[in-house]
């Protein structure tokens, strides 16, 4: 059982170029979430999701667009990189919310911004 | 901020002794949930603890949850050295978000 795979796992990008974060779970859960986290700052919430079709903003979402076609995918995309966005950032899932139950977290992608 | 606030920052103690990592917050929770990240990995959940419950255990772990002082706390008991690990809370509020603190780094010296 995968759980939540991220890839990749480490990426650098330069000013201004736009990539895709990608999120899968295999765990069927309704919930699934971005978090980025930084030295000092612990984890901040970016973008989260409570079903298919349905998105909604975190903490800290300028920046960063998300969808949710399926139930398994959760891609977060970058549409015009900054150094501000150099960071590790985890995708995590849960069955019933985080109002509800855990999360599971994925390994994490890597991404530094030049 | 509705972040939780961990204290210690940071913890080193002997093999064998018992860890307690506290974490404070100001707006009333729905839950709260404690979760470790072992160095360059994702985290991993610990304990989820609701408002109306005041203690709970898991294995060596037990949570304490005191609402009046809106404060939690972790102990680990008898720690060893896969212990050592990055300690985080996290707070819930009745939404679909969970607000991470900063975290406690804990280090267990063989």
């Known amino acids: 059982n995968a759980g939540v795979t991220q890839t990749p796992k480490f990426q650098v990008l330069k000013t201004g170029q736009s990539m895709t974060l990608q999120c899968a779970q295999d765990?069927?859960?309704?919930?699934m979430s971005w978090y980025r986290q930084d030295p000092g700052m612990g984890l901040r919430l970016i973008h989260y999701s409570v079903g298919a079709g349905i998105t909604d903003q975190g903490e800290v979402p300028n920046g960063y667009n998300v969808s949710r076609s399926t139930t398994e995918d959760f891609p977060l995309r970058l549409l015009s990189a900054a150094p501000s966005q150099t960071s590790v950032y985890f995708c995590?899932?849960?069955?019933?919310?985080?109002?509800?139950?855990?999360?599971?977290f994925g390994e994490g992608s890597r991404l530094t911004v030049l | 901020s509705q972040q939780g606030e961990e204290d210690p920052q940071a913890l080193s103690i002997q093999e064998g002794e018992n860890a307690t990592m506290n974490c404070s917050y100001k707006?009333?929770?729905?839950?709260l949930q404690w979760y470790r990240q072992n160095s360059g990995r994702g985290l991993v959940h610990l304990i989820l603890i609701r408002s109306n419950e005041r203690e709970k255990h898991s294995g060596r772990l037990r949570v304490t949850l005191d609402t009046s002082k809106k404060s939690s706390s972790l102990l680990i008991t008898a720690s060893r050295a896969a212990d050592t690990a990055s300690y985080f809370c996290a707070l819930n509020f009745g939404n679909e978000k969970l607000t991470f603190g900063t975290g406690t780094r804990l280090t267990i010296i063989p």
């Open positions: 707006t009333s929770i729905n839950n």
């Open positions: 995590a899932s849960s069955h019933g919310g985080s109002n509800t139950g855990e999360l599971f």
């Open positions: 765990m069927n859960h309704e919930y």
